[in-house]
Nanobody
Framework: QVTLVESGGGLVQAGGSLRLSCAAS????????MAWFRQAPGKEREFVAA????????YYADSVKGRFTISRDNTKITVYLQMNSLKPEDTAVYYC??????????????????WGQGTQVTVSS
C-alpha cells in the first residue's frame, strides 16, 4: 500500500505563486509515474501534469504549460508542483496521484492506482 500526502495549498492573489508537495510513503516503488490532477466545484477531475520517475520526463496540460512545473527530489518519492502566474481559473482541489507501472496515457485519471486526499488552491482576482 502506498500513501500520498499533499501539502502547500492555500489562498493566493492572481499572478502569485504556490508550491505543492506530494510525499509518498509505504511500499515505495521506483518506477511508474506521479502526477497532479485538479477538480474545481461542479467540474470533472482534470489532468495538470505528470512526471515519469524513472527518467524525469514531464507532461503538462495545455492550460498550465509554461506556468506550472512538476519536479521530484533526489529520492524520487516526493514530487512538487510549482505554480506561477496563477489565475482564478486555477482554483481547485489539487490531487497527487501515482501508479506503480508504466501508463500509456498519463492524462487519464483512471490509470492511477494511488491518490492523495487533496489540497485546496484558491486564486483570488
Amino acid at each position: 500500500q502506498v500513501t500520498l500526502v499533499e501539502s502547500g495549498g492555500g489562498l493566493v492573489q492572481a499572478g502569485g505563486s504556490l508550491r505543492l508537495s506530494c510525499a509518498a510513503s509505504g511500499r515505495i516503488f521506483s518506477t511508474g509515474p506521479m502526477a497532479w490532477f485538479r477538480q474545481a466545484p461542479g467540474k470533472e477531475r482534470e489532468f495538470v501534469a505528470a512526471l515519469r520517475r524513472i527518467d524525469g520526463t514531464t507532461y503538462y496540460a495545455d492550460s498550465v504549460k509554461g506556468r506550472f512545473t512538476i519536479s521530484r527530489d533526489n529520492t524520487k518519492i516526493t514530487v512538487y508542483l510549482q505554480m506561477n502566474s496563477l489565475k482564478p481559473e486555477d482554483t481547485a482541489v489539487y490531487y497527487c496521484a501515482a501508479n506503480p507501472t508504466y501508463l500509456r496515457d498519463y492524462s487519464l485519471s483512471g490509470g492511477y492506482a494511488y491518490w492523495g486526499q487533496g489540497t485546496q488552491v484558491t486564486v483570488s482576482s
